[in-house]
Nanobody, 125 residues
């Protein structure tokens, strides 16, 4: 049974940092494109970042470019999202998702096969 489990969320003041992790069981994440998404109350789900999901190794939404970094920890079968210089508008539930992807463009959310349960990130003073 495939399972993705996010961790690392929490409450942080503006300008702070958090590192989210997406740990997998039942599959080897290094074969998969892995994306991070977020959803704030009353807003649509937004793609934040992904790895191995297009011709370029990584993708970042404009809203997080330069502040967030996605990467793999292969021995731990985990993908992480390092989030720096956090802003109140980054407040959301963050989800990771995985899919086998061979396209040359960033896959939309409905192309992902496996999803985690989400972890809350709150940026507030």
């Amino acid at each position: 049974q495939v399972q993705l489990v996010e961790s690392g969320g929490g409450l942080v003041p503006p300008g702070g940092s958090l590192k989210l992790s997406c740990a997998a069981s039942g599959l080897s994440l290094d074969y998969y494109a892995v994306g991070w998404f977020r959803q704030a109350p009353g807003k649509e789900r937004e793609g934040v970042s992904c790895i191995s999901c297009s011709i370029n190794t990584t993708y970042y939404a404009d809203s997080v470019k330069g502040r967030f970094t996605i990467g793999r920890d292969i021995p731990k079968n985990t993908v992480y999202l390092q989030m720096n210089s956090l802003k109140p508008e980054d407040t959301a539930v963050y989800y990771c998702a995985a899919t086998l992807w061979f396209g040359d463009y960033v896959p939309p959310s409905d192309e992902y096969d496996y999803w985690g349960q989400g972890t809350q990130v709150t940026v507030s003073s």
